[in-house]
């Protein structure tokens, strides 16, 4: 066998149907099909995955590994770590289908430059592969609206005698090579992620949280950068890629985005107990670290501050850091608010629309040229119950 230039690290739970469209991407990418490797980590699936893996026409090195009990992404995903043979490492999900240069163009990025993390899971490019009769009312909305609008998918839908009532497989295997005639980018995934890129460029330049552009569906990077930051917290079962990406970060790794890379998802219900898993990976997150830059990121996720404006407060903050004996008074009232902020939120407190009289003042008369660090200042005094 040839030398191993990049391994994929796919790890998958009761995704079969997903998964297989997923996989057969790959037989279509334009890199030497023996200098990659695609290891999947099936973590303990119910669904009769591995039947699937073994009628699978692959042609490129698939590796299968299984965890007979499921341990999390983070435990799957690390074991996949710890059998690649390649230097270079890139993430995928089983329910992403990739575009035939996925792992060319990553590896073009890697050839010339180093200590990078390229990322190309921007806009959530979606595609409906299956209809679940159990998906969630925005789902919903959203598959109504992509039989209205894409012919294709429409002439589909047609050909199946689709309804709603039950579950549908929609796409085959076939549909793979055409997949962009069949999928959509809501408009929503724009002023998400979408607009980092078009204010901050694609080499993120000033942008003070570019980790959290480590997202397992789409990212590479060089393993040995991994095993320096600690692989993933095996711990967390929600945000372990946010996780990693922040300690990457952390020790020096640049981001980088890359519009070319983006790949397809394919819609699928949404996990029990999401909001909890994500809630109690953010408690230990945010105690492992006690970092009032990650802190700040709380008023992203509670969808109180824009993560552009939130960026570029942080930035501000840390001009006031650089004068830290002139603005000490303020500094200590910053960090005082951060933590209670913080600890409500984490104890799920809601928002009152009463503020603590504790510096709003002192802000107004003694900072010019700082907004977003007067908002988000004045967001933290506000008190919740």
């Known amino acids: 066998m040839e030398n191993i230039d990049a391994s994929i690290i796919i790890a998958t739970y009761n995704r079969r149907d997903l998964l297989k469209l997923s996989l057969h991407s790959f037989n279509f990418q334009d890199y030497n099909k023996n200098k990659f490797e695609v290891i999947l980590i099936d973590d303990g699936s119910t669904d009769n995955t591995y039947d699937m893996i073994k009628s699978l026409d692959a042609n490129y090195n698939l590796i299968f590994l299984r965890n007979e009990k499921n341990r999390g ?41 180093s ?83 078009k204010i901050f460029g694609k080499d993120l330049k000033n942008f003070q949280y570019p980790w959290i552009l480590f997202t397992t569906g789409n990212v590479s990077i060089e393993k040995k ?18 996780d990693l990406g922040y300690r990457l970060y952390k020790n020096g790794v640049k981001f980088i985005y890359s519009p070319e890379l983006e790949s397809t998802h394919q819609e699928h219900t949404i996990i029990n107990n999401r909001e909890k898993k994500m809630m109690n990976s953010y408690k230990m997150i945010f105690n492992k670290y006690k970092d009032y830059e990650l802190f700040l990121f709380c008023l992203f996720i509670e969808n109180t501050i824009d993560i552009s404006k939130l960026s570029e407060a942080d930035a501000q903050y840390k001009i006031l850091l650089q004068n830290k004996y002139k603005y000490s008074k303020l500094i200590d009232r910053f960090h005082l608010l951060l933590k209670y902020r913080v600890n409500s939120f984490l104890e799920s407190k809601i928002k009152s629309d009463k503020f603590m009289n504790i510096g709003t003042n002192f802000i107004d008369t003694n900072l010019k040229n700082m907004d977003s660090f007067t908002k988000v200042f004045k967001e933290l005094s506000r008190i919740l119950y």
Not at 82 to 110: E, M, Q, R, T, W
Not at 170 to 177: A, E, F, M, Q, R
Not at 225 to 242: H, K, M, N, P, V
Request: hydrophobic letters at 35%; one cysteine or more.
């Open 73 to 113: 992404a983070a435990f799957a995903r690390n074991i996949g770590l710890k059998n690649a043979k390649g230097d270079i490492i890139i993430f995928s999900d089983s329910d992403c289908i990739v575009p035939p240069n996925f792992i060319s163009d990553h590896l073009k990025y890697h050839s010339t430059n």
């Open 115 to 197: 200590k990078i993390c390229v990322s190309g899971a921007i806009r959530w490019k979606k595609v409906f592969s299956n209809y679940y009769k159990n998906f969630n009312t925005m789902q919903l909305t959203e598959f109504k609206k992509a039989a209205e609008t894409i012919p294709l998918f429409k002439d589909r839908l047609k050909c199946i005698n689709f309804n709603y009532d039950d579950n549908f497989k929609i796409l085959s295997k076939d549909d793979v090579p055409n997949i962009d005639k069949y999928n959509y980018i809501p408009s929503w995934s724009e002023e998400y992620l979408g607009k980092i890129i």
């Open 225 to 242: 950068y991994i095993i320096d930051a600690g692989y993933f917290d095996q711990r967390l079962r929600r945000e372990e890629d946010w």
